[in-house]
């Protein structure tokens, strides 16, 4: 008898173990969830604190999947977690037609739980502004610590941020290390998730932008043209500078008539590489020319700037190998 109902006790207390260590197993996952799948709790709140021109916003749902998981976890110095797998939103800001930014939400657990981060992002993939939508840390209430946060962080690109997180900069030499990390963490995330994302819808509203800056019309289209073979062009130094591989051409017209011709191409010059925008008239003037990513320095910002308002549909009137380059995109998107 007493060894039956010894043996009942021990059922009995195995079976609560059982379900104990399940409950803890679950709350302790639904935690690392919660970090996958924030989102903006109220984004007309959200634009107009961090937008305040916005007339609108449009969203955009995706997926981060394994692959994307994998290929964004390559470039950050930390791997994203399986919990931060899901689907995520994009929110597009525009003033009328003309795209302002983006908005993304992001958790991150620290040492006094979980926060979550509303960040604006510039059409450059350069951090605009931010805000705590989520945090227990009195710090993140403290003025003087937010200002100090948001310096660290404000218009920084990917590759200046990944610096910060480099112990050897000593970046978080401050009184609450533990929450600036997880803020540059977050920062980060953003900017990796956000360009292997939606880097296709990225690029799309980067046109529509750059081209309502310069034309003032409305009913505005840019349509992909399908151009001749790109081995036909001339194999010459100043090609060398620019990955022909890489060129598109867009028509850009206003009530079917053209206005513009908008293309973009990879250049690898001046000690520096990346995409660009050329936005030519009709007629060969150089209209504009937009990396996309941030200018590394004035210097070089200053040099294609010279080229604006130069006619170089005669490669005869060329002064510059930019211009020249500018040439031979331009007579590119006439074949």
């Known amino acids: 008898m007493m060894n039956t109902e010894i043996k009942n006790i021990c059922k009995a207390n195995r079976t609560h173990c059982f379900y104990l260590i399940t409950f803890l197993f679950l709350w302790g996952y639904s935690i690392h969830s919660q970090a996958a799948y924030c989102s903006l709790r109220d984004p007309v709140v959200a634009i107009n604190t961090l937008y305040p021109d916005a007339s609108h ?6 997926e ?3 692959h994307s998981r994998n290929q964004i976890s390559e470039r ?3 791997t994203l977690l399986f919990n931060e797998l899901g689907k995520h939103t994009l929110y597009v800001v525009m003033e009328d037609n003309t795209p302002l930014g983006f908005i993304h939400a992001r958790s991150e657990l620290t040492g006094s739980g979980l926060i979550e981060v509303v960040w604006a992002i510039n059409l450059d993939m350069t951090i605009k ?3 705590f939508q989520r945090c227990r840390d009195p710090k993140s209430r403290d003025p003087i610590f937010i200002a100090d946060m948001k310096k660290r962080v ?3 690109s990917f590759n200046q941020l990944l610096k910060l997180v480099d112990k050897h900069q000593n970046a978080f030499s401050n009184d ?12 980060l995330k953003t900017i990796a998730v956000t360009e292997f994302v939606w880097g296709e819808d990225i690029d799309k509203f980067k046109r529509k932008a750059l081209v309502y800056s310069i034309f003032d019309k409305e009913n505005l289209e840019i349509n992909y043209k399908d151009i001749a073979k790109k081995e036909e062009l001339n194999n010459n130094i100043v090609f060398s500078m620019l990955l022909e591989d890489t060129i598109e051409v867009y028509d850009v017209s206003s009530n079917k008539n053209k206005v513009g011709i908008l293309v973009h191409a990879e250049w690898s010059q001046y000690g520096f590489g990346g995409g660009f925008h050329w936005l030519f008239s009709p007629d060969g003037e150089i209209l504009n020319i937009t990396p996309d990513k941030p200018w590394p320095s004035h210097e070089i910002a200053n040099e294609f700037d010279k080229a604006l308002g130069k006619n170089i549909k005669n490669e005869e009137h060329c002064t510059t190998a930019i211009e020249l380059a500018g040439s031979k995109l331009f007579r590119v998107s006439q074949w």
């Open 176 to 187: 609450n290390p533990d929450l600036i990390s997880a803020v540059t963490k977050s920062a």
């Open 64 to 66: 981060v999947n394994r």
């Open 154 to 156: 404000q218009g920084k």
């Open 76 to 78: 950050l110095p930390f």
């Open 129 to 131: 502004d931010s805000y």
């Open 57 to 62: 916003h449009l969203s955009i749902t995706k």
